[in-house]
Nanobody, 116 residues
Framework: QVQLVESGGGLVQAGGSLRLSCAAS????????MGWYRQAPQKQREMVAI???????MYADAAKGRFTISRDNARNMVYLQMSSLEPEDTAYYYC??????????WGRGTQVTVSS
């Protein structure tokens, strides 16, 4: 089972930036679709951004123009660059992997808190 470990969360003021990182433990990463999801208190987990193995990206409306997902296949890493952060972006952010065989893995998450 591939392991995913997120890092880079923290406390930032509104308007600030953060870069989240996710490290995958298995080379299956190269052929997998990677995603970032988030879950705010008392809300359902929602997709933030997805990047396919070929580099195609998809963003939630709330992330468009502010967040950028990228991947480094040589390092088994996926990133989420977040800018112009808003208090509404406060949530636990999770890294997600979907393998070619549709196996799914989740990281334990990293907290992002945006103060007003």
């Amino acid at each position: 089972q591939v392991q995913l470990v997120e890092s880079g969360g923290g406390l930032v003021q509104a308007g600030g930036s953060l870069r989240l990182s996710c490290a995958a433990s298995d080379r299956i990463f190269e052929s997998s679709t990677m995603g970032w999801y988030r879950q705010a208190p008392q809300k359902q987990r929602e997709m933030v951004a997805i990047i396919t193995s070929s580099g195609l990206t998809m963003y939630a409306d709330a992330a468009k123009g502010r967040f950028t997902i990228s991947r480094d296949n040589a390092r088994n890493m996926v990133y989420l660059q977040m800018s112009s952060l808003e208090p509404e972006d406060t949530a636990y952010y999770y890294c997600n992997l979907v393998s070619p065989g549709r196996a799914v893995a989740w990281g334990r998450g990293t907290q992002v808190t945006v103060s007003s």
